[in-house]
Every structure is written in C-alpha cells, then in structure tokens.
C-alpha cells in the first residue's frame, strides 16, 4: 500500500516511515497541515496517518476539507492521550479510526490493515463493495433487488470503481484503460457511460454510489443512512 504520513514531529514522523517501509508500505511524509492535504488530494493513497496538532491547519481541519472535497481515503488519526475532545471530533469528521500515542508498531500496523480492509474485496470471480457485487466473467452487477448484466464499458468504469473504491479515479484513468492512449474520447463520453452505471446501481438496490469529484474525476462510496 501506499501510505502519507502526516505528522510535525520529525522524530515520530521517521519512526512511522520506518515501520512502514519495513513492511513492504510506501510511505511520504508531509510536515504540516496545508501540504499534507496537498498530498492527500493527489488521491494517490490508500491510506492516512494523521496527526492532529499540526502547524498551519490542524488534522480535523485537514480531514474535514478534504471529505468535504470528495477524497474518501481511509484516514487513521494520532491523537495523545489529552486530546479525548479532538478524538471524538475527528471520527465525527470522517476519521476511519484513531490510534493513541505511544503505540506499537503491532498497533498502528493491524489498524491501517482494518481501515483500509473496508473498501472492495475480491471472493471468488466476484469483486464484492457494500451489498453489491461484480462478476468478472459474465459482468453480472448484483444488489439486494436483482442482477443486470453491465455493457463492456459500463463493465469496465465499474471494475475500475470498485478497485479503486473510495479513491478519487481522475478521468484520464478511465480513458486510458478503457480506449486506450490513442483516442478521440472525450471526458463527456465517460460521464454518459457513468449515467449508465448509475442507473443501473439504482435498478438493482445498490448502496453504492458513484460521485463526482469537479474537474477531477469519480469515487466510489458505500452510501450511509
Ligand atoms: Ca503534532
């Protein structure tokens, strides 16, 4: 996994990077609040370590932004042990889990495996998110109401979704993947074929949905009621 470290504290923030690249993680640390959410925007994590006093913009400030930016990238939130308030206000905000400081590297390691274990998961020749599931071999979506068999693009933007699911998939991504590098399809094809998709997740009772992220691109999120 890819992972950003935000974190000021220098000493802790090299202990982190430490334990992650010894196991197998990539790992890049931001300094302070305004660059880490920079990096996090990119959307090319699939995972935060957050802490919450942070020069410049605080970590719940930085979490609460970049939701409300549309960046679903499961967050894991340092606190001390005097922040109880901060801690509550965070998961509020969108925080995946929280982890107290000192920990150990057993800790924060099974806490990053159980946020980030909550999106899409591979059974079988299924690729299951939420109550909906995708069938790779016939391209079957299935939800509590019934079953649909997706068009091969409406496959394709809906496999790519779900592996990537709640992290924001920039447009390019789709046309490469989909027609390739050498192509006249334009952005507004992909948003017809998403239509699409999105009927079709509706017709079925899926609590999945597919978001726009403006000028970026599209995530997808399990719904919550
Ligand atoms: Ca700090």
Redesign the pocket.
């Known amino acids: 996994m890819k992972i950003l470290v935000i974190?000021?504290?220098r000493r802790l923030s090299e202990v982190l990077i430490d334990i992650l690249r010894q196991n197998m993680h990539e790992a890049d640390a931001a300094y302070d609040g305004p660059s880490g959410e920079d990096s996090a925007m990119t959307g090319v994590y699939d995972a935060i370590i957050l802490?919450i006093?942070?020069p410049g913009k605080n970590g719940v400030e930085v979490l609460r932004s970049i939701r409300k930016q549309g960046n679903a990238t499961p967050v894991l939130l340092l606190t001390a042990k005097s922040e109880a308030e901060d801690k509550i206000n965070g998961l509020d905000t969108g925080a995946d889990d929280y982890l107290t400081k000192p920990f150990v590297s057993g800790e924060l390691l099974a806490r990053l495996r159980a946020i980030t274990r909550r999106g899409s998961e591979f059974i079988g020749d299924e690729l299951t998110s939420g109550n909906t599931s995708l069938n790779k071999n016939t391209h079957e979506l299935r939800g509590v109401k019934g079953a649909v068999k997706l068009a091969a693009k409406e496959y394709l933007i809906m496999d790519i979704l779900m592996q990537n699911s709640r992290q924001i998939v920039p447009k390019e991504r789709f046309i490469e993947k989909i027609w390739g590098y050498d192509t006249d399809a334009e952005y507004n094809t992909i948003e017809v074929y998403v239509s699409f998709v999105r009927k079709k997740l509706a017709a079925i009772g899926s609590d999945l949905q597919v978001k726009a992220v403006r000028n970026t691109g599209y995530v997808l999120e399990v719904k919550t009621e």
Do not use: A, P
């Open positions: 974190e000021d504290e802490d006093m942070l």
